[in-house]
């Protein structure tokens, strides 16, 4: 493992995007240090992550939990950089998902700071960016209103997370420098069994258990772009001090009901596909027509309105998957 300040952290190494972040980052030539929960699983993890990556040397695991102060200290012992990604998706039972969020994410910031680490990227969400105002696309100005009725507990968790890491960051002027990535409906190839939430949504469509696809749509972005992203944040300080939104375009389906053989009550198994809407482009901020034979998913950050700073170009490359 490299020294002197030439180690990037990933918190949450088990989950989904870490793993895709923690690839990019070996195949950059970076040492990682990854944290679990659970050091059992460090051999699995290891694995599933060596069938995407090479330079698996430069990899180690620590014991860090989000509720808990011991484990990061060490952590962050030799860090430049950290990617916080580690956050609660499902409930736990027991466990109060809001708090262990923020709290989480504030106790890795305060050991961040006090080990000198440069710079953090934390994984938020574009739930956490919801404008209220539907005749226009969101971008990185807008902030959702935790107050709103109806706002679920993953969308406060993920919104009050990334609030306490823009307080932290005006409290603490001379570093770390923080940005934050803000991604839509993650989608893109596994890593071993490694799956995600929003990945359980397709598959519940592919298998059939899915009786009948609602009327529903997502801002797509691709796991591997998604990981592109935080590394160009993080390689970059002119990238830091900003929200991050990624996502490409809205893709939607129209109501599908349960579909009946022969006239009797028997519900099909295989679920019906629907063609997409028009949706708005994030990237574009114009209508772009999506059917269901070219959906496109482009990996994309939104530009907004807003200043960008000028001479921060971030390397993503335009991405179209077609069947």
């Excluded at 659970?38 to 698996?56: K, L, Q």
């Excluded at 968790?157 to 960051?169: H, P, Q, V």
């Excluded at 490409?248 to 349960?258: E, L, N, T, Y």
């Excluded at 679920?271 to 028009?278: K, M, V």
Aim: aromatic share 4%; with cysteine.
């Amino acid at each position: 493992m490299a020294n002197d300040k030439d180690v990037t952290l990933v918190t949450g190494g088990s989950g989904y995007v870490a793993g895709w972040i923690i690839a990019r980052l070996l195949g950059e030539g970076s040492a990682v240090r990854a944290t679990l929960r659970d050091m059992a699983r460090a051999d699995a993890v290891r694995a599933d992550i060596a069938s995407v990556a090479r330079d698996m040397a430069l990899l180690e695991f620590v014991a860090a939990d989000l509720l808990a102060d011991g484990g990061w200290e060490a952590a962050m012992q030799g860090v430049r950089r950290v990617a916080h990604v580690a956050s609660p998706v499902m409930a736990r039972r027991g466990v109060d998902t809001i708090a262990t969020a923020v709290d989480g994410t504030q106790r890795m910031l305060r050991a961040a700071a006090r080990a000198g680490v440069e710079r953090i990227v934390l994984t938020s969400s574009a739930a956490a960016a919801r404008s209220g105002d539907l005749s226009r696309p969101a971008d990185e100005t807008d902030w959702t209103d935790v107050k709103a009725p109806g706002v679920d507990t993953y969308t406060l968790s993920k919104t009050l997370a990334e609030r306490a890491a823009w307080d932290f960051a005006s409290a603490h002027p001379d570093g770390p420098q923080i940005a934050t990535v803000l991604p839509g409906f993650v989608q893109g190839p596994l890593i071993g069994r490694n799956a995600s939430e929003s990945l359980g949504v397709v598959g519940q469509m592919l298998t059939g258990k899915m009786p009948a696809v609602p009327r529903l749509g997502f801002s797509m972005i691709d796991v591997c772009d998604l990981a592109d992203l935080h590394l160009s944040v993080l390689n970059d300080p002119k990238g830091m001090g900003e929200r991050w939104i990624a996502s490409a375009d809205f893709c939607g389906s129209q109501m599908s009901p349960p579909s009946y053989a022969n006239g009797s009550a028997r519900r099909r198994r295989k679920s019906r596909r629907a063609p997409c809407r028009i949706g708005w482009s994030a990237s574009s901020h114009s209508p772009t027509p999506i059917c269901d034979r070219c959906c496109p998913i482009s990996a994309n950050v939104a530009r907004s309105p807003r200043r960008r700073p000028a001479a921060f170009l971030i390397g993503i490359r335009e991405r179209h998957v077609r069947p």
